[in-house]
Every structure is written in C-alpha cells, then in structure tokens.
C-alpha cells in the first residue's frame, strides 16, 4: 500500500526526526499507527468496567494536578520530556 502524506504531514514527521524524537519517519510513522490502534481499541472499551475504573483514578490524579500546579510545585517541562522519552526508549527495549 502506498500513502501519499500532505506537506504539512511530512514537515511535522521531518522535525520530529531531526529533533530527535524518532530515528527515522519510518518509526514516527509507526508509533504514530499505533496510537491510532490504541485509540480505537480505547473507544471500543468506553464501557468496560476496567476502563471507567482507569478513568476515574485518572481524573483523580489529574485533580491532584492541578492542586500541585496551583501551589506552584511544577517540573520543567523538559524534565519531563526526557524522563518521557526514556520510558518509551526502555518499552522498546523490552519489547524488541
């Protein structure tokens, strides 16, 4: 199958290679369908008991947040993206 991407598609997957963020299009591309597959499998699951109980400890944490950010106990936002990207990083590992 072949896809023809926009230019505004192949700009966005260019930078996140040359940011680093990916090795290669082919990867962001990949990940990228990926998360598409985990967010159809998520909205098929909307229901499950599993999910609602996902949903409500994230909407906790999410509100505990918010408290944190108020009070001004905030992470630079680029702490976050390594410790981020790591994680990805050792889930690949794992998974290769």
């Given at each position: 199958m072949?896809?023809?991407?926009s230019?505004?598609?192949?700009?966005?997957?260019?930078a996140?290679?040359?940011?680093?963020?990916?090795?290669?299009?082919?990867?962001?591309?990949?990940t990228?369908?990926?998360?598409?597959?985990?967010?159809?499998?998520?909205?098929?699951?909307?229901?499950?008991?599993?999910?609602?109980?996902?949903?409500?400890?994230?909407?906790?944490?999410?509100?505990l947040?918010?408290?944190?950010?108020?009070?001004?106990e905030?992470?630079n936002?680029?702490d976050?993206?390594?410790?981020?990207?790591?994680k990805?990083?050792?889930?690949?590992?794992v998974?290769?």
């Open positions: 072949q896809i023809t991407l230019q505004e598609q192949t700009q966005v997957l260019e996140l290679v040359k940011h680093g963020q990916y090795p290669s299009l082919e990867e962001a591309i990949n990228a369908l990926l998360l598409l597959i985990d967010d159809v499998t998520l909205s098929d699951a909307n229901n499950s008991p599993n999910y609602l109980a996902w949903a409500e400890a994230t909407r906790k944490k999410i509100d947040a918010r408290e944190q950010a108020q009070r001004g905030v992470l936002v680029e976050v993206l390594a410790q981020l990207r790591d990805v990083k050792k889930a690949r590992e998974t290769a």
